[in-house]
């Protein structure tokens, strides 16, 4: 969006996007504090076995943590992060995989 359209809506009680955006989608919100259920956010390995392995001693470390309990929430937000790198590799191959 140009300035002036954010300078526009902003006059006639509109929010600009940033100001509309609740503060979990915001890319500087930080999200719940996980580091003390599962310490800072591990590196991702670089290839895709590895990925894969990683991804299966998470989901059961998710399934063995208590449902809601900060150590389901940091191994549920780890997956989330592991399926997006296998993702990314995988439609980097040549021929891609998806």
């Known amino acids: 969006m140009s300035k002036d359209k954010g300078k526009a809506r ?3 009680g509109h929010q600009p996007d940033d100001a509309a955006r609740p503060e979990a989608a915001r890319p500087e919100a930080k999200g719940p ?6 310490g800072p956010a591990p590196t991702l390995p670089g ?3 590895e990925l894969l392995a ?4 998470t989901r059961r470390r ?3 943590a208590p449902l809601g309990s900060p150590e389901h929430r940091a191994a549920v937000d780890l997956i989330g992060r592991i399926e997006v790198e296998i993702a990314r590799i995988e439609r980097a ?5 998806v």
């Not at 504090?33 to 599962?38: I, K, P, Q, R, Y």
């Open 62 to 64: 998710r399934n063995s």
């Open 93 to 97: 191959m040549d021929p891609p995989l």
């Open 33 to 38: 504090d996980l580091e003390g259920a599962a």
């Open 10 to 12: 902003a006059r006639h």
């Open 47 to 49: 290839t895709r076995a």
């Open 54 to 57: 990683l991804h299966a001693d």
